[in-house]
């Protein structure tokens, strides 16, 4: 018998790169939120995506097998085993090593099922055509760039190739890797969820690019020295924000203290350096947000 749950019609990957120890889940849905249900994840442990008729206990209880040692294979089994809606079910399990196992029960609505790749597993229901899974696995494994990236771009292309037969309207992008976490304290390098959005998955490219923007560390090699003309145009910068009374021909303290100042305003502690050198994505920043109070 189907009960009246909200029907999590989706499609999604979980992907591991074995270079930098990272595990993430994408997914893409015409359902509130998604970001909530389907991504399931713990560094050096694993993740799990849950979706159609989704049973959220599947992803705790999933990654608690996987510290005990199972293989993917088995945590399908144990978990659907005792289930009595398991033929409603769609999900998929990756373990440390990157290998995996998906389920996809018989009741779910066509078109239903599942593909594995290279350190990849793709899965979805309600889709188009099982194209969108194919072209999942497709991108993950020819894309290039960081984990987030290629998960991204695995969605994208997937969307372009039919998607959720029912539209769009949330998206979710889940990555850990141990002290990956803002400050290092836990292991949730990206948990971006973008609810409800006419483009969920434009959306989510976007948050993601903030993202590297607030969190990231820039290449020791595009730094610039803070001199010369760039020490004045940034001079000039923090005068249009109110920090700056006058320019200094060296980078002083006082002119120091006044650009950590508008870092922290603007949540770029993580950028901050206590040398003379500043990072140019600050610099482009800094003038886009002043181009936009000009405007308004």
Same mark, same amino acid.
């Given at each position: 018998? @189907?009960?009246?749950?909200?029907?999590?019609?989706?499609?999604? @990957? @979980?992907?591991?790169?074995?270079?930098?120890?990272?595990?993430?889940?994408?997914?893409?849905?015409?359902?509130?939120?998604?970001?909530?249900?389907?991504?399931?994840?713990?560094?050096?442990?694993?993740?799990?995506?849950?979706?159609?008729?989704?049973?959220?206990?599947?992803?705790?209880?999933?990654?608690?097998?996987?510290?005990?040692?199972?293989?993917?294979?088995? %945590?399908?089994?144990?978990? @659907?085993?005792?289930?009595?809606?398991?033929?409603?079910?769609?999900?998929?399990?990756?373990?440390?090593?990157?290998?995996?196992?998906?389920?996809?029960?018989?009741?779910?609505?066509?078109?239903?099922?599942?593909?594995?790749?290279?350190?990849?597993?793709?899965?979805?229901?309600?889709?188009?055509?099982?194209?969108?899974?194919?072209?999942?696995?497709?991108?993950?494994?020819?894309?290039?760039?960081?984990?987030?990236?290629?998960?991204?771009?695995?969605?994208?292309?997937? =969307?372009?190739?039919?998607?959720?037969?029912?539209?769009?309207?949330?998206?979710?992008?889940?990555?850990? =890797?141990?002290?990956?976490?803002?400050?290092?304290?836990?292991?949730?390098?990206?948990?971006?969820?973008?609810?409800?959005?006419?483009?969920? %998955?434009?959306?989510?490219?976007?948050?993601?690019?903030?993202?590297?923007?607030?969190?990231?560390?820039?290449?020791?090699?595009?730094?610039?020295?803070?001199?010369?003309?760039?020490?004045?145009?940034?001079? =000039?910068?923090?005068?249009?924000?109110?920090?700056?009374?006058?320019?200094?021909?060296?980078?002083?303290?006082?002119?120091?203290?006044?650009?950590?100042?508008?870092?922290?305003?603007?949540?770029?502690?993580?950028?901050?350096?206590?040398?003379?050198? %500043?990072?140019?994505? %600050?610099?482009?920043?800094?003038?886009?947000?002043?181009?936009?109070?000009?405007?308004?």
């Amino acid at each position: 018998m @189907i009960k009246n749950w909200p029907e999590v019609a989706t499609f999604s @990957i @979980i992907g591991f790169d074995p270079e930098t120890k990272e595990w993430g889940v994408a997914v893409q849905s015409k359902f509130l939120g998604v970001g909530a249900v389907v991504p399931w994840a713990e560094a050096c442990v694993g993740a799990v995506a849950t979706q159609s008729f989704a049973n959220t206990a599947f992803g705790p209880e999933g990654l608690a097998l996987l510290k005990k040692g199972l293989a993917p294979e088995k %945590i399908i089994e144990e978990l @659907i085993k005792e289930d009595p809606d398991r033929e409603l079910r769609q999900f998929a399990v990756m373990n440390s090593k990157g290998e995996t196992a998906a389920y996809t029960g018989e009741n779910c609505y066509h078109w239903a099922g599942h593909q594995a790749g290279t350190y990849c597993t793709a899965q979805g229901n309600i889709l188009v055509s099982e194209d969108t899974v194919q072209q999942l696995v497709k991108t993950f494994e020819s894309a290039s760039g960081s984990l987030a990236e290629r998960l991204v771009e695995a969605l994208d292309k997937a =969307q372009a190739a039919g998607g959720d037969s029912r539209g769009k309207q949330s998206a979710a992008l889940f990555i850990v =890797q141990d002290k990956g976490g803002y400050g290092g304290y836990n292991d949730r390098k990206y948990d971006l969820r973008v609810d409800d959005h006419k483009e969920p %998955i434009k959306e989510l490219r976007r948050l993601y690019e903030l993202h590297k923007l607030y969190f990231s560390q820039p290449a020791e090699e595009d730094l610039l020295q803070l001199e010369g003309d760039v020490l004045k145009e940034v001079q =000039q910068l923090l005068a249009s924000n109110g920090l700056l009374e006058r320019a200094e021909d060296t980078y002083t303290d006082h002119v120091k203290k006044q650009l950590k100042t508008y870092y922290m305003q603007e949540n770029f502690e993580e950028r901050w350096r206590d040398d003379h050198l %500043i990072d140019p994505q %600050i610099i482009t920043y800094m003038k886009e947000t002043a181009d936009q109070k000009e405007t308004l």
